[in-house]
């Protein structure tokens, strides 16, 4: 089985398990709008639809094993995770996520630096509009105050 297709499996069983642990938390309610499984479902319903599709794109693709580069790739992404559930204490999760989004392009996906800057500045207010703005979340803060 091709590599990508066991990766879309993944991610497909995972984004429904999420979006139908989401959906018993409860989607919306009457009073305060979105409700704790707004998030979840969102999120859940995101990753079963990305799955799919990548399943329906590998069709026709040949074999292909795991090389040096994915293995470099994937030791990377998980240095990257560490570093950021490490670093959140210290930069508050607002950077720090916004550091991993920088990272994860740059070392991962190998894009360059202005699509990683991009990628950066699109979380960190991605995160920032729906978590404080909208949903009126507190994110856990640094030493900087962020």
């Not at 398990?17 to 969102?42: D, E, H, K, M, N």
């Not at 069709?59 to 490490?86: C, H, Q, S, V, Y």
């Amino acid at each position: 089985m091709h590599p990508d297709r066991v990766l879309a499996s993944i991610l497909l069983l995972v984004g429904l398990a999420v979006t139908w642990q989401g959906w018993r938390y409860g989607y919306w309610t009457s009073t305060t709008g979105p409700g704790t499984g707004f998030f979840p479902i969102l999120v859940g319903g995101l990753a079963a639809i990305l799955g799919v599709w990548l399943w329906i794109g590998t069709r026709g693709r040949g074999e292909r094993l795991w090389g040096k580069g994915d293995l470099r790739a994937a030791l990377l992404g998980m240095a990257a995770l560490i570093g950021t559930a490490l670093l959140m204490n210290y930069l508050g999760m607002l950077l720090a996520l916004s550091l991993f989004a920088l990272l994860w392009t740059r070392l991962v996906g190998r894009y360059p630096w202005r699509t990683g800057l991009l990628v950066m500045l699109c979380t960190g207010g991605g995160v920032y509009l729906i978590f404080s703005y909208w949903l009126k979340v507190p994110l856990p803060v640094g030493l900087l105050g962020i």
